[in-house]
T-cell receptor, first 113, second 114 residues
Framework: GENVEQHPSTLSVQEGDSAVIKCTYS??????FPWYKQELGKRPQLIID?????GEKKDQRIAVTLNKTAKHFSLHITETQPEDSAVYFC????????????FGTGTRLQVTL | NAGVMQNPRHLVRRRGQEARLRCSPM?????VYWYRQLPEEGLKFMVY????????ESGMPKERFSAEFPKEGPSILRIQQVVRGDSAAYFC????????????FGQGTRLTVV
């Protein structure tokens, strides 16, 4: 089955700096890669996703890149703000099962003033 | 359009009791997924259901856990004879019928076994 690894487990940046979180996956058949933000005690919320026919996708301050050959994908947050502080999870799924996700272990992002 | 609704939000059970967790998918969604999140960990897939069918239960523990999604009513995740290790947040997600559609998560049920 699919295995997703995520690094780093914790990340502290100053407000205004960029944050990068990296994930690798094992199943070359996976073709859907969402990123979720989870605040303490709340549900995971989808913030951006990318499919395997696309190498990069951007939404305002958030971007995701995908390297299918190397089987890794990354989340980039620019101009970080205190409200970006949360736990971020990457995930991967196989064709036809976009909602059966294998999650990474999470990155706790702390944006300091 | 209401989101995925889970209840209860918090559930406390004594060891050996049964826990029933409910999930009502978003309107128009016919696929339901249950995930478990242990403290300080990521979400682990448990089971995938469509109406009246279990499609994939590869993540379900072999004993004490069961799930259903009846023709009418919410999906139910049932845990019999709970143990302290069952304490976790249980999240339900739903998606529309069809392939490769994104999932929307409910607020979760936080189960505490005392």
């Amino acid at each position: 089955g699919e295995n997703v690894e995520q690094h780093p487990s914790t990340l502290s940046v100053q407000e205004g700096d960029s944050a990068v979180i990296k994930c690798t996956y094992s199943d070359s058949a996976s073709n859907y890669f969402p990123w979720y933000k989870q605040e303490l005690g709340k549900r995971p919320q989808l913030i951006i996703d990318i499919r395997s026919n696309v190498g990069e996708k951007k939404d305002q301050r958030i971007a995701v890149t995908l390297n299918k050959t190397a089987k890794h994908f990354s989340l980039h947050i620019t101009e970080t703000q205190p409200e970006d502080s949360a736990v971020y999870f990457c995930a991967a799924s196989e064709p036809g099962t976009a909602s059966k996700l294998t999650f990474g272990t999470g990155t706790r992002l702390q944006v300091t003033l | 359009n209401a989101g995925v609704m889970q209840n209860p939000r918090h559930l406390v059970r004594r060891r050996g009791q049964e826990a029933r967790l409910r999930c009502s998918p978003m309107k128009g969604h016919s696929h339901v997924y249950w995930y478990r999140q242990l403290p300080e960990e990521g979400l682990k897939f448990m089971v995938y259901l469509q109406k009246e069918n279990i499609i994939d239960e590869s993540g379900m523990p072999k004993e004490r856990f069961s799930a259903e999604f009846p023709k009418e009513g919410p999906s139910i995740l049932r845990i019999q004879q709970v143990v302290r290790g069952d304490s976790a947040a249980y999240f339900c997600a739903s998606s529309r019928q069809g392939k490769d559609t994104e999932a929307f998560f409910g607020q979760g049920t936080r189960l505490t076994v005392v």
